[in-house]
Structures are given as structure tokens and as C-alpha cells.
């Protein structure tokens, strides 16, 4: 049997993006697709999930998920409002931007008579090179003389970025220098700011460590966004890696791969809920039932068995840092 168009149905039409069937049907669930089709054929209607809720015949929830999804991948915008602040939000200082290091490098001449004219420069190249246990040589000399003259960073806070770039196996110049000037950027001139930059620093890669515990992730260290991601969800947020994890899963259940912004869309609404435990998004579920049971597991949304996050906490490899 063949089929084709019907030409009476193309009296009434109306437009959807070509990138939601070239790119994402393959991955869209059934609430997924009747959602966005429902939003591009309402687009002067404001997006609700209840309305939707009630017109695809999809619980509350998953619309909800649905329209998370979507956001996720750029299709819809998202604009969540900020809890309020407990005190008025001091204006921001302009981020003062270096320039690159030079590619015209200084001769050994030039270092020399750097270190004659500050003693405390060759005393810092002695520290660092006990800190690195290998000869600086001359790239060693001249990353750190860009550090100090260049990124303003006094000696003191070289040998606190140094020591941290040791204990953390990234300990190439190019690194040191990347890591530097960011640093100078950031105006962290004094040992307290280096401290508390390093401590941050941990705080992420043991975030980390446990996130890829459980998620079972072989990546031994996150990426920049994710770093700030995962800090902003313990930080900010107060989330427990327990919620974290709840998060990760709907994910999972909902994208083809991992993504930390669908994560975060999904914990952004939970922190503007209150919502705390697992438990508290257990019962939320329970007030929007599934509408219809063909397929109770992928209507209910995911279970947060207790029992079965431990259990996977045990099992799972742990990454430690360094490896």
C-alpha cells in the first residue's frame, strides 16, 4: 500500500523549524514532540504547561520535562527569575583584560639583568624549581618573569599557583602561564585571594570525584562549564549531590547525551520551588498523575530509589584527583 498528501490539508498550515526534524526527532520522546508541535501551532498563545498539559493529553510533569528539553537545545529561550537577593547586589568592577604574552621573548641577557635588579626574582626561580624538581631553563625563567612583570603577580602567589599546578599533574609551563594570566585578570594578588581561588579549585574536583562515581563518567576532570556549573548547583543552589544525581537522570532519560545545561534547567526549577530532597520532588509528582498508563515507567518519570543510589555509589570506580 502507498500513501501520499492529501492536498485538502494544506488549506491550514503552520511553520515548525526544520532543525526539530532534522535534528532532534530521532532523540524526541512522545511528550517531546507534542509539545513543541502544540507551541508552534499556538505561537500567540503564551506557553503553559498546564494548557499544554490539557490539550496533548501529557502530565503536567512531563510537558514540563518537555519544554526543558527544548530549552536545552536552544529551540526554546528560558528565563527563569532570580531569587531575591538579602542584600542589594554591589555594581561589578570592569575585569581588567591582559594582553597575551609576547611572542618576542626577553634574551637571557635581559633576565639577567632583571634578576640584578630584583634579587627576590632569582630567589623565586630557586623556590620554583625546588617546587617543580627539574632545571627551569630558559622557558621556565622567562613564564615566570611574564608572571611577575607582566600578570602583576608577586612571588609569593607565583609559588602558590605553582605548588597547586604540581599537586594537580599540570605542571607544563603553558599551563602555568594560561593558569597565571588568568589570574592577573582577576586581580588575585595576595596569598588570601590564591587561597581561596585554590580551595574553590579542590572543591570542584571533589565535587567532581563524586558526580562521576555515580554516573559511572570516565572523564577524570571536568571542563570549565561544568566546573562552574557544579559549583553553582552546591554553591549557590545548596543542592546535595543526591539532588544532582536525581537531576542527571532525567537527563539521561531525556537526551540523547549528556547535557549540563538540561541539568541545570531542571535544578534551576527545583531551587526556585524550594525544593530540598528527593523525597519533596516525589510528592509533587503524586499531585499530576499520568493521564494515561500504556507505558506507566515512562510516564511516571524516574523513581529515586534511595536503596539504588547507594548501591551504585558502592560499585561505581572513584577518580581520584591527579589520575
Keep these: 500500500m502507498s500513501y501520499s498528501i492529501n492536498p485538502c490539508v494544506w488549506g491550514n498550515m503552520f511553520g515548525l523549524p526544520a532543525d526539530i526534524s532534522d535534528k532532534y526527532l530521532k532523540m524526541a520522546n512522545e511528550a517531546q514532540i507534542k509539545s513543541i508541535v502544540w507551541i508552534f501551532r499556538n505561537v500567540n498563545t503564551p506557553i503553559d504547561a498546564n494548557t499544554i498539559s490539557k490539550s496533548i493529553g501529557k502530565p503536567v510533569s512531563a510537558v514540563e520535562e518537555a519544554l526543558r528539553y527544548w530549552a536545552s537545545v536552544g529551540v526554546l529561550n528560558s528565563e527563569i527569575a532570580p531569587a531575591p537577593a538579602v542584600q542589594p547586589a554591589a555594581a561589578e568592577k570592569p575585569q581588567k583584560v591582559l594582553p597575551v604574552i609576547p611572542e618576542t621573548k626577553p634574551s637571557y641577557e635581559q633576565i639577567k639583568i632583571r634578576c640584578k635588579e630584583d634579587p627576590q626574582l632569582e630567589q623565586l626561580f630557586n623556590e620554583v624549581q625546588q617546587i617543580l624538581g627539574r632545571t627551569l631553563g630558559y622557558d621556565g625563567e622567562y613564564s615566570l618573569l611574564m608572571m611577575h612583570d607582566d600578570y602583576g603577580l608577586p612571588s609569593e ?157 558502592d560499585k561505581l570506580p572513584v577518580y581520584n584527583k591527579g589520575e
Design 157 to 313: 602567589v607565583i609559588l602558590m599557583l605553582a605548588d597547586y599546578c604540581v599537586n594537580n599533574g599540570k605542571a607544563s609551563y603553558a599551563y602555568m602561564r594560561k593558569m597565571a594570566k588568568s589570574w592577573g585578570e582577576k586581580e588575585i594578588d595576595s596569598i588570601e585571594k590564591a587561597d581561596a581561588v585554590i580551595s574553590n579549585l579542590n572543591s570542584v574536583q571533589s565535587l567532581w570525584n563524586q558526580f562521576a562515581r555515580l554516573t559511572g563518567i570516565q572523564t577524570p576532570k571536568p571542563t570549565s562549564v561544568q566546573s562552574q556549573y557544579l559549583l553553582t548547583w552546591a554553591n549557590e543552589y545548596k543542592f546535595s549531590m543526591e539532588m544532582i544525581y536525581c537531576a542527571y537522570e532525567i537527563m539521561a532519560d531525556n537526551c540523547a547525551k549528556i547535557s549540563f545545561k538540561y541539568m541545570d534547567a531542571i535544578l534551576k526549577d527545583w531551587y526556585q520551588k524550594g525544593f530540598r530532597t528527593p523525597e519533596e520532588i516525589e510528592e509533587e509528582k503524586k499531585k499530576s498523575p499520568p493521564a494515561v498508563k500504556k507505558n506507566p515507567k515512562a510516564l511516571q518519570g524516574t523513581s529515586y530509589d534511595m536503596d539504588e543510589f547507594k548501591r551504585r555509589a
